[in-house]
């Protein structure tokens, strides 16, 4: 069985298809590489650069490759930029999506594994996140992959097509120190880009309701995110029933102050943050539970909070260095 990944060259992505390949599944990537990057994909994994827009380009590649599953990792995945760029958003995420489930229904291929995020949850009202926590996303970005689970399902329910979506946080460090985080967005690399270049990293708020007054969030290995990925695939093609949804997440979270402590301890670096305001917004706390991926997926935090800033820490090194 083969599986094509959208986005395998990306971060997320090529976690994914390294993860794939360890297990022994055939595995072919089409990537645009607009925030990908070739060399993170294996030599011996097929590389079509490509947007998932291309419909036509996305059927040859499912007939080509005979392929029998999609990971559906590609998207426009910045939350921030989405309120400014919605239409762009909206191509990228539900136009691209629906290119996607397009072109499997006119090849036969009825598995997917869909990439989805905890942003479809928006501000909720508890602070522990179920998946039956309401869905309320409060950016395009959020509406753009809750629109693309309705369109899974409605599709499920239209044709047979077998689908799951993964929910989750912040994802951060790396699997191994050649698939670096190079998001200009996410927490990790900004923090480590300021260290490195001599700039103190910021605080955003300490007067939270938390334990040490700064947000407390949910952060998620992204090697154990592409394993969640992997195993959702496994039980698709052994034809095991799964939940529309699962999120992925720890129960705890840890907070911005936590993470700062931890920079400085793994990077040698001493620093304290500068203090600014507190976004208008931000809540105090929101973490999701990952009990039902636990109970399906085999999901678990296999890595510390210090273990994911090393390999987040290794990879930048090892960037620097090339």
Known sequence: ???????????????????????????????????????????DVPLVRGSILDTGLV???????QVSGVIHVAGFKYAGVSVTRPLHTYQQNVTGTLSVLEA???????????SSSAAVYGTPRTDLVTESTPTQPESPYGESK??????????????????????????????TPDLPDTSPHNLFP???????????PRINGT????????????????????????????????????????????GDGVSVR????????VTGIAFEP???ARRPGDPDRIVTSGELAARDLGWTMRHTLHEMVASAWAARQARTAA
Do not use: K
């Open 1 to 43: 069985m083969t599986w094509l990944v959208t986005g395998g060259a990306g971060y997320i992505g090529s976690h994914v298809v390294r993860a794939l390949v360890e297990v022994g599944l055939e595995t072919v990537v089409l990537d645009d590489l607009s925030s990908g990057h070739a060399g993170f994909v294996p030599a």
């Open 104 to 114: 499997m229904a006119t090849e036969g291929v009825d598995a997917i594994v869909f």
């Open 258 to 265: 936590e993470i700062m402590t931890a920079m400085a301890e």
């Open 190 to 200: 900004m923090v480590l880009d300021a260290l490195t270049t001599g700039r103190t």
């Open 207 to 250: 007067d939270y309701d938390t334990p040490d007054g700064t947000c407390v969030r949910d952060y998620v290995h992204v090697a154990d995110l592409a394993l969640a990925h992997v195993a959702a695939a496994q039980a698709l093609a052994a034809g095991e029933p799964l939940e529309r949804v699962y999120n992925l997440g720890s």
């Open 146 to 175: 809750l629109i693309d689970e309705w369109m899974l399902r409605d599709q499920g329910r239209a044709v047979g097509l077998r689908h799951t979506s993964l929910r989750y946080f912040n994802v951060v460090g790396s699997g």
């Open 274 to 276: 500068e203090i600014a």
């Open 59 to 65: 059927r040859q590649v499912l007939a080509e490759h």
